[in-house]
């Protein structure tokens, strides 16, 4: 499950990169969570950031607010889902991001935050898909989820899954209206670990409260949830 990310870019960084155009301000974002408002390139419209809510309403659950519990999607299984096979087919997104968070559970109380990062610690995207609803002011509202799958040999030490990352070659292809479905499950590997790095993190991303360059700072030890030292990294 990927619960939390950071995009921590500027917004000429995140142009630059992705090669569209962001109307309006962009204000870095360091501890990112779930039914937040925030910036995707959609196959509908590839030549601009996007920004909807994280969290999808599948189309059989129309008129609901946006949910916390379809965040993500197993790779594996997203063609058979009911709730997400249409918006595979039609509707794909790229989410930026620049790193993302899991906590490695030691015992039953205590955990320790960890970000994962590529090798460079640059911007990348993972495979997403989006929804259209509208809410119960008949307003029309956009959500996306994240796509997993299965860890690399980093990411599997501390969870059992990863969100898809895709490489920067790929991205346009998951965008590509006119991509076969072969082909677009063929994008949602696993990304090698030997491009990515881990590193622990401050117990400060426990709380979506806090969103401050501080959240994604290497901690020269392991702390745990409630802010204290452990042996184990």
């Not at 063609?79 to 899991?102: H, I, T, W, Y």
């Amino acid at each position: 499950m990927c619960g939390r990310y950071s995009l921590s870019k500027s917004k000429i960084e995140l142009e630059e990169r992705f090669q569209v155009e962001m109307l309006g301000d962009f204000k870095p974002r360091y501890n990112i969570a779930p039914t937040q408002l925030l910036p995707v390139i959609t196959s509908d419209s590839p030549k601009g950031f996007s920004f909807f809510y994280w969290g999808i309403t599948p189309e059989f659950a129309k008129n609901k607010p946006v949910s916390q519990k379809f965040i993500n999607a197993r790779a594996e299984t997203v063609m058979e889902k009911v709730s997400f096979k249409n918006a595979f087919q039609k509707r794909r997104c790229l989410v930026p991001a620049d790193g993302f968070f899991e906590w490695k559970k030691l015992g039953k109380k205590t955990k320790i935050p960890y970000r994962f990062t590529l090798a460079d610690e640059g911007a990348f995207a993972f495979a997403g898909i989006w929804e259209e609803y509208e809410n119960e002011l008949g307003e029309s509202n956009h959500t996306f989820l994240i796509l997993t799958t299965a860890p690399n040999s980093l990411v599997s030490e501390i969870h059992d899954r990863m969100p898809v990352i895709l490489r920067k070659e790929d991205e346009k292809k998951w965008l590509d209206n006119y991509s076969s479905q072969e082909d677009l499950l063929k994008l949602l590997g696993t990304y090698q670990a030997e491009e990515m790095l881990s590193y622990t993190v401050s117990p400060l991303v426990n709380s979506i409260t806090n969103d401050s360059p501080s959240i994604i700072r290497k901690t020269s030890a392991s702390i745990d949830q409630f802010g204290n030292y452990t042996l184990f990294g």
